[in-house]
């Protein structure tokens, strides 16, 4: 079956542009995440939707970004006014839920946003 | 609060030698533990997770896990290393108890080079 699916793969964009990263996650799934992995470096979470409840937006790193889930599936990133910084791959993950916590996250390719 | 150390940023063996990867937790509760791995511009795999049970855990391309509660840790481990298993590990860890929601805590990583 499809994975989670992300768009663009590659984002070239100027500083002070806004940009916005699209994700599919997989059918079915209820749980969304998006994460920030910086060259070399780990992942940093930055938001959370499960189902129809109010989103953790505890992540996120500034008022530049945000995000939104429309109708429980498809995830678009908003970042704002991009600066230097923001430059790195964003990847989004969805999972079932059920099981408090035990499924698995499933991700998508990422895409690449450099910010000249 | 749950945490994550991998100590190691990077980790050399020999094809056909044995390799670990370690990880180590805190969590306030019962941990759930997950690896997963990243292959150059892909996003992240998983390969296997401890949720309860026996603390060797089995998982995908021969890898293996042992969970130890006393020195909370969680090693990533493969009897004889390929050089196809050149890739970074990702370690991550969900509080059992943690009300929050589905939240993952990742390490930062450790980079497996496998020579031929």
């Known amino acids: 079956g499809a994975g989670v699916s992300q768009s663009p793969s590659n984002k070239v964009t100027e500083k002070g542009k806004d940009v916005e990263l699209r994700c599919d996650p997989i059918s079915g799934h209820t749980a969304l995440y998006w994460y920030r992995q910086s060259l070399g470096q780990g992942l940093e979470f930055l938001i959370y939707f499960q189902g129809n409840s109010a989103p953790d937006k505890s992540g996120l790193p500034s008022d530049r970004f945000s995000a939104e889930r429309t109708g429980g599936s498809v995830s678009t990133l908003t970042i704002q006014r991009t600066q230097q910084e923001d430059s790195a791959v964003y990847l989004c993950?969805?999972?079932?839920?059920?099981?408090?916590?035990?499924?698995?996250?499933?991700f998508g390719p990422g895409t690449r946003l450099t910010v000249l | 609060a749950q945490s994550v150390a991998q100590p190691e940023d990077q980790v050399n063996v020999a094809e056909g030698n044995p390799l670990t990867v370690k990880c180590t937790y805190s969590?306030?509760?019962?941990?759930?533990l997950f690896w997963y791995v990243q292959y150059p511009n892909r996003g992240l795999q998983f390969l296997l997770k401890y949720i309860t049970g026996d603390n060797l855990v089995k998982g995908s391309y021969g890898f293996e896990a042992e969970f130890n509660k006393s020195q909370t840790s969680f090693h990533l481990k493969k009897p004889s290393a390929l050089v196809s298993d050149s890739a970074l590990y990702f370690c991550?860890?969900?509080?059992?108890?943690?009300?929050?929601?589905?939240?993952?805590?990742f390490g930062g990583g450790t980079r497996l080079m496998v020579k031929p």
């Open positions: 993950a969805s999972s079932p839920w059920g099981g408090h916590g035990r499924n698995e996250q499933f």
């Open positions: 991550a860890v969900r509080d059992a108890n943690n009300n929050a929601g589905n939240m993952l805590t």
């Open positions: 969590v306030s509760g019962n941990p759930y």
